[in-house]
């Protein structure tokens, strides 16, 4: 393991392609794991999972007409 690597801040988002399950693992001190979950950047956890669930919302939508072409 490289030795620069810092394991007692670390965070990983998977998913379950099969359900679109996700799961969040955020190791850390309070301070990481309070700016990790209230940062809105553009790489954030925040625009992400909004992105996903905007994907997850259209997904489920009848497309009926569009699939008849």
């Known amino acids: 393991m490289d030795d620069d690597f810092d394991m007692s ?22 301070s990481f794991i309070l700016h990790f979950m209230l940062d809105n950047g553009d790489n954030s956890l925040t625009k ?11 997904i489920t939508y009848d497309l009926g007409e569009l699939n008849e072409f």
Do not use: H, Y
């Not at 998977?14 to 850390?28: N, Q």
């Not at 992400?48 to 259209?58: G, I, M, N, R, T």
């Open 9 to 30: 801040e670390a965070a990983n988002l998977m998913l379950d392609p099969a359900s679109r399950t996700w799961k969040l693992e955020v190791i850390g001190s309070a």
């Open 48 to 58: 992400k999972l909004w992105d996903e669930a905007k994907f997850d919302q259209l």
